[in-house]
């Protein structure tokens, strides 16, 4: 952690599994995050998936995931480049919304998957959901393909290039 970037990102863990059911099943995460199965030990130890707590000054308020587009049979980012990266987020803590952290801790994580060497970065926000698209948009992501019906869900594809 840094004056540039203030946020910590700590490998999901099964000792985070409850904070991260109490946040899906947080109203604002539900409106956008289907509530789905809690996480459990075969998720975390995904290789496909790096998942994360974030944190600022030592205050974990959001759920952020990686993984590799190309890890699931006809995923619709799997035309992507070799090592392209897909994300998903939420933040978790209701007060820490509309504050700007989304758009600051996406943009760590951007920063960290770039340097590593991914080509491109991917997310798949619901078309609906104006304030992720917007962030999205300001941290370089363009609209790749118009709206589209996947097994997730309706998703509108987004891509970022290093």
């Not at 203030?6 to 947080?26: E, G, I, M, N, Q």
């Not at 995050?33 to 994360?52: F, I, K, Q, S």
């Amino acid at each position: 952690m840094n004056a540039a970037n203030p946020y910590s990102f700590k490998k999901a863990t099964l000792d985070d599994l409850a904070l991260l059911k109490v946040w899906r099943s947080a109203p604002h995460v539900l409106e956008w995050w289907d509530a789905g199965e809690a996480y459990n030990e075969a998720d975390l130890a995904d290789p496909r998936v790096a998942r994360w707590i974030v944190s600022i000054a030592g205050q974990p308020f959001a759920f952020m995931q990686d993984y590799t587009v190309h890890g699931w049979e006809n995923h619709h980012f799997a035309s992507l480049p070799k090592g392209s990266r897909g994300i998903d987020q939420f933040i978790g803590d209701p007060d820490m919304v509309g504050l700007g952290h989304g758009q600051g801790f996406i943009g760590a994580r951007m920063r960290t998957l770039f340097k590593a060497g991914v080509p491109v970065i991917a997310t798949d926000p619901h078309p609906d959901n104006k304030r992720a698209i917007a962030v999205y948009k300001k941290l370089g992501f363009e609209i790749s393909e118009p709206p589209q019906e996947t097994r997730w869900g309706l998703i509108l594809p987004m891509q970022a290039k290093a």
